[in-house]
């Protein structure tokens, strides 16, 4: 992969307490855990063979960006206490420390425009998720307002939708109701300010865990992996734009012929470069800072 090296596995001397599709996390002390986000990356829930050089970098600076634009709105799982951390290379640009929480065992999805599983819904129901939309809206069209549609964890497979009654069901209707306010400011907050940058937030999914009785946004925040950005410029009302994320991948697995089951086919050089770029741009883009400038910062 030439001067590129993808970190597609992460050991430390520290306690591993899980391992995600990208993430490894791991006991810091009594409060804090590390995250360590990894190149790995999936599509189709699949875990691809090779890892996108940098990809862990990206998605932890874009997370640290958000992080601080949004700490007006709501508290984040950010933390500068716990052990100190392994003096690893590997983990430069990519880990954070971050408060134990009791994590809410559902996703908080925000939707902003009618795309995806919404449109599919939609078309066939009228509504998305429960949640009754206007007649005759069209593939990617602005919603009136953004909406609430929750969705359960899945350790395999896809995340379900579920109602606004079940997710209360679950996490208590005090903690929803919560939430969910932190979950639609926090969506309005960032679509204004990445509409700033010529990008469209079309929708975004945030998790929150319990510190105590405190609501605390955790784990990545509005990064290619959790959510849909699409370039303004190519924005077009009743198509799905091309989006800052792995679709490109996606695209190139389509044609592959895979069938969507492991093992996933090896990626050419040249889909790991187009992808790693996109994600590049994506953060350049929102945060006007080159990612060059942020690898220097945490070295």
Not at 154 to 180: C, F, M, P, R, Y
């Amino acid at each position: 992969m030439g001067t590129f090296s993808a970190v597609t596995k992460v050991d430390l001397s520290l306690p591993k307490v899980a391992s995600g599709k990208v993430r490894e996390v791991f006991e810091l002390g009594p409060d804090s855990l590390l995250f360590v986000a990894t190149d790995r990356i999936s599509a189709y829930d699949v875990i691809m063979e090779q890892g996108i050089p940098d990809k862990g970098k990206l998605l932890t600076g874009m997370s640290l960006f958000w992080f601080d634009l949004l700490d007006g709105v709501c508290p984040n799982h950010l933390s500068t206490g716990g052990a100190p951390v392994p003096d690893d290379p590997v983990l430069a640009g990519r880990s954070l420390v971050v408060r134990k929480l009791e994590m809410l065992p559902i996703e908080l999805v925000v939707r902003g425009y009618l795309v995806g599983s919404g449109w599919k819904d939609y078309k066939a129901t009228g509504s998305v998720c429960g949640v009754p939309l206007p007649q005759g809206l069209v593939e990617a069209q602005k919603l009136p307002e953004p909406i609430f549609t929750p969705a359960t964890k899945a350790t395999t497979g896809h995340d379900e939708n579920i109602s606004e009654d079940q997710a209360a069901d679950l996490v208590g209707a005090d903690v929803l109701k919560t939430a969910k306010g932190y979950a639609i400011d926090a969506y309005r907050t960032a679509a204004d300010f990445a509409a700033e940058r010529g990008i469209i937030l079309a929708d975004t999914k945030f998790e929150f865990g319990l510190d105590g009785s405190e609501i605390v946004l955790a784990d990545e925040v509005l990064t290619p992996d959790s959510s849909r950005f699409w370039p303004a410029s190519s924005y077009q009302q009743g198509k799905n734009p091309p989006s800052f994320d792995k679709q490109f991948l996606r695209d190139w697995l389509d044609s592959s012929g895979w069938d969507r089951e492991p093992p996933p086919p090896e990626l050419p050089e040249d889909v790991v470069m187009q992808t790693r770029a996109k994600y590049i741009e994506a953060y350049e883009q929102i945060t006007d800072r080159s990612f060059a400038e942020y690898e220097a910062g945490t070295r």
